[in-house]
Nanobody
Framework: VQLVEYGGGLVQAGGSLKLSCAVS????????LAWFRQAPGKEREFVAA????????YYADSVKGRVAMSRDIVASMLYLRMYSLKPEDTAVYYC??????????????WGKGTQVTVSS
């Protein structure tokens, strides 16, 4: 499975951003697809996840109400729409997928990440 993120960039606090992740390779039907982030000097942390069927979504408390994750099966794409961005949202954002869960240790495949920088 190959995952390629794009859509990161520099945005002012309070702004919005949409991240995309292209999924290719073997099928990930039945997998969980997730977004994580890692800020400088911090551990990688969970942001959001969605089942491939789209029937369930999960969000970290730190972003709940400010992000929306979706997927397009036909296009094999994941999306993370982020609103009301804060400087503390600054991080490299990764998409990942797994059959086993939504924690960092569960992920089987990772993208290389895309930088999101929120200026105050």
């Amino acid at each position: 499975v190959q995952l390629v993120e794009y859509g990161g960039g520099l945005v002012q606090a309070g702004g919005s951003l949409k991240l995309s992740c292209a999924v290719s390779g073997r099928t990930v039907s039945g997998y969980v697809l997730a977004w994580f982030r890692q800020a400088p000097g911090k551990e990688r942390e969970f942001v959001a996840a969605i089942t491939w069927s789209g029937d369930r979504t999960y969000y970290a408390d730190s972003v709940k109400g400010r992000v929306a994750m979706s997927r397009d099966i036909v296009a094999s794409m994941l999306y993370l729409r982020m609103y009301s961005l804060k400087p503390e949202d600054t991080a490299v954002y990764y998409c990942a997928t797994s059959q086993y869960g939504t924690e960092v240790k569960d992920m089987e495949y990772w993208g290389k990440g895309t930088q999101v920088t929120v200026s105050s």
